[in-house]
């Protein structure tokens, strides 16, 4: 997720970076042996650098027809230099749940570069990546650390065009090679059941993203990076698809495939198994609403029907969720994740040595109803969150929040801490002194608003709503010097106000604030016990909460 699906969303696609396309030196050319590509030279307008834009690099094959619902495949060789210059078709699109309550608890069934060519329309054949190289010659690169963004947007939303790559080449200083990818989405993406464990791919949209992180691997060096110094960074569902990777294969991926990772906004619904009774109610829900119901292989009926009449069955399926939930998410599918996340996490062995993880103060705001603010119940509002979740339970998640301001504010919070917040605290033991915690807090403090801080060109003139120059400096030079040295204490620019960040100890994080006079308020905090203690609640009823 990034932001509030689908307001936020659609901000984050309204970008104004100011660019020039320069004309030498020569544009630079990238064989990939399957394809070759010609990128474009972008000129960052606030620094006047030349970079290297690759837009639309296929990495896998188009996920259509008997490939649909099955892992990505190696693209076929494709003869001649194409342009890399435009932004790919965005994978189809669906909105977060808007229903009172869920169907599930009883069931038994964005101008980039100044673009040269608008982005297509949303499509299933949407495998596509950007690269970002900084400078102007890739033959004189050195082998510079690769930053892999993964965007957000519930597993239903979201595209690599939201993004201003050059953003980040000037906040490292150009210091790294940025690689933004796309990934299958909702039905298309996160189709579960036993008939796509039998005859498909489940999990198909992480599959999607594992395979980019393999092409990085063998193709980042011909863009001037290291494939030994990967760092994995998400925001949202971005941030909950780095917790997949990591817990992926049960934290022994061979060979490894990043060195660190960061979280932003960490997400961590529920996540069954792929045939426990939930994800075969949403298979069956696919079915019917494709009528394929009477076909002799479902699945197969599935893989034939036409593209729209399947998009027509995601946007359904998903907008009958509970209000602010997302429906097709990952599952446990007894291979690449070999079970709930929280159980992996918990063992400490993970797929990385070096994390730094940022929340946002008020996480679950954005996807709460606040129309209901006068009449939602604290137990109810739980019960319609985690639908397997006993009464003993909802009773005690009940206690836990009960004097924590007004219902609303409660039903906040649960959505917030429960999803977001608690599993990050979970993620940060397992990394012990390798691990940095941060908290933006910048009023008011809302899910997906520290996407502007990262990426400014997504704002209104490139500039994040508080313009503070230390502040807008530090945030987020702090993720990149984490990519950089493992350690936001090392730092490219001296005159970041960040003061030193000592490791996670279990109860200590940087805060990143405004004071009432508008100024920058960056400081160690050390983390609410009471939040702490609700964090322990959650994490004993994971089992039922299937996180």
Request: charged share 15%; proline share 6%; glycine share 8%.
């Amino acid at each position: 997720m990034v932001g509030r699906i689908p307001k936020t969303l659609a901000a984050l696609s309204v970008c104004v970076y100011t660019a020039a396309v320069a004309t030498t030196p020569p544009t630079p050319i990238v064989n990939l042996g399957y394809s070759t590509y010609e990128g474009i030279l972008v000129q960052d307008a606030q620094t006047n650098q030349t970079n290297i834009n690759f837009l639309g690099v296929r990495y896998a094959a188009s996920p259509t027809g008997t490939l649909r619902f099955r892992a990505a495949q190696t693209p076929a060789f494709t003869s001649g230099v194409q342009t890399a210059s435009a932004q790919p078709a965005m994978c189809l699109q669906a909105g977060a749940g808007s229903a009172a309550s869920t169907p599930l608890r009883n069931s038994t069934s964005s101008d980039v570069v100044s673009r040269a060519t608008e982005s297509l329309a949303p499509s299933e054949d949407c495998l596509f990546l950007n690269v970002f190289v900084p400078g102007s010659d890739i033959v004189r690169q050195k082998s510079l650390p690769v930053v892999f963004w993964i965007h957000g947007g519930g597993y239903v939303g979201g595209s690599a065009s939201q993004f201003t790559g050059n953003d980040i080449l000037r906040e490292s200083g150009g210091g790294v090679v940025l690689v933004i990818i796309q990934y299958r989405l909702g039905l298309f993406g996160f189709l579960p059941g036993q008939k796509v464990k039998d005859g498909g791919q489940l999990n198909a949209g992480l599959q999607d993203q594992q395979f980019a992180l393999k092409w990085a691997q063998e193709h980042i060096t011909k863009f001037g990076g290291d494939p030994t110094k990967v760092t994995i960074w998400g925001q949202s569902a971005g941030a909950g698809s780095v917790i997949q990777h990591l817990v992926a294969n049960g934290g022994r991926t061979t060979p490894p495939l990043f060195r660190a990772a960061i979280t932003s906004s960490t997400f961590l619904p529920s996540q069954y198994s792929f045939n426990d009774r939930i994800p075969e109610s949403l298979y069956s829900q696919a079915v019917s609403q494709t009528n394929c119901t009477s076909a002799k292989d479902t699945l197969e009926c599935l893989r034939a029907a036409d593209v729209n009449t399947l998009q027509a069955a995601n946007t359904e399926i998903n907008s009958i969720g509970f209000f602010g939930t997302f429906v097709f998410v990952p599952v446990v599918d007894g291979t690449f994740i070999t079970e709930r996340p929280t159980e992996t996490i918990r063992k400490g062995v993970l797929n990385a040595k070096f994390l730094l993880s940022v929340t946002n103060t008020f996480e679950g705001t954005a996807f709460v109803n606040q129309a209901t603010a006068n009449t939602v119940e604290t137990s109810q509002f739980v019960t319609q969150l985690f639908p397997e979740l006993e009464m003993a339970g909802i009773a005690e998640a009940t206690a836990q929040y009960t004097g924590l301001g007004t219902n609303i504010f409660q039903a906040d919070a649960i959505m917030g801490e429960s999803i977001f917040i608690c599993p990050t605290y979970l993620l940060l033991r397992a990394f012990g002194q390798n691990a940095f915690k941060g908290e933006f807090a910048i009023p008011p403090g809302l899910h997906g608003e520290d996407v502007a801080f990262y990426f400014p060109s997504t704002n209104s003139g490139g500039v994040p709503s508080f313009a503070d120059p230390g502040f807008d400096k530090a945030f987020p030079d702090v993720f990149l010097d984490f990519a950089l040295a493992l350690n936001p204490n090392v730092k490219l620019d001296p005159t970041n106000v960040t003061p030193l960040w000592k490791p996670w100890d279990g109860s200590n994080e940087m805060l990143f604030n405004k004071t009432e006079a508008n100024a920058a308020d960056i400081r160690l905090i050390s983390t609410s016990s009471a939040l702490l203690e609700r964090c322990n609640f959650w994490e004993s009823v994971s089992e039922q909460t299937a996180q």
